[in-house]
């Protein structure tokens, strides 16, 4: 039950952090969208996996949060606690089949040579390339965006 709590969490902050218009409201849902997935490697014995993606989230909102506030104009209309509201439920929904619907288990007699871990980290290697690609494009990009802001001040 906790395993579909947590699953839940994780759609409906990543919902919220591509909703929000407020640059800190939408870093803080992907924090929590980072944490719900780092507590999901933990509780699947994936422990390495599980720090490896709490040191990349952290490192990504840190650059994130920088970056939305020194860039980022606040908007002139606040979004309604009612269009928040409804893109919640909107999450709740596409997050129902992973309470519904299970995956089935592999039964305790089969044994099985590869670890969750072990598969977790020998299949993940494009996507730490990837997240870490994202983590440079995005931190050139302030740097351009910070340098050209400069050069028009002077």
């Given amino acids: 039950m906790i395993v579909e709590l ?3 969490g994780l759609v409906v902050s990543a919902c919220l952090a591509v909703y929000l218009d407020e640059a800190i ?7 929590f969208a980072f944490i719900f997935l780092t507590v999901l490697y ?3 014995d994936a422990v390495f996996v599980a720090v490896f993606q709490l040191a ?26 009612r269009n928040v509201f409804l893109v919640g439920v909107l999450a709740l929904v596409l997050a129902f089949p992973s309470i519904f619907f299970s995956v089935a288990v592999t039964p305790a ?9 072990g598969a977790l980290w020998d299949l993940r290697a494009v996507d730490v390339i990837l997240q870490g690609l994202v983590l440079l494009t995005v931190a050139l990009g302030v740097a ?6 400069r050069e028009r001040e002077n």
Avoid: C, Q, W
């Fill in 6 to 8: 947590l699953a839940v």
């Fill in 25 to 31: 409201y939408s870093v803080a849902s992907l924090a």
């Fill in 42 to 44: 933990a509780l699947n």
């Fill in 56 to 81: 990349v989230g952290a490192g990504t909102l840190a650059v994130l949060f920088l970056a939305g506030e020194m860039l980022s104009e606040k908007p002139d209309k606040e979004k309604s606690l």
């Fill in 109 to 117: 007699n089969v044994s099985s040579s590869v670890t969750f871990g």
């Fill in 144 to 149: 351009i965006i910070l340098h050209e802001r």
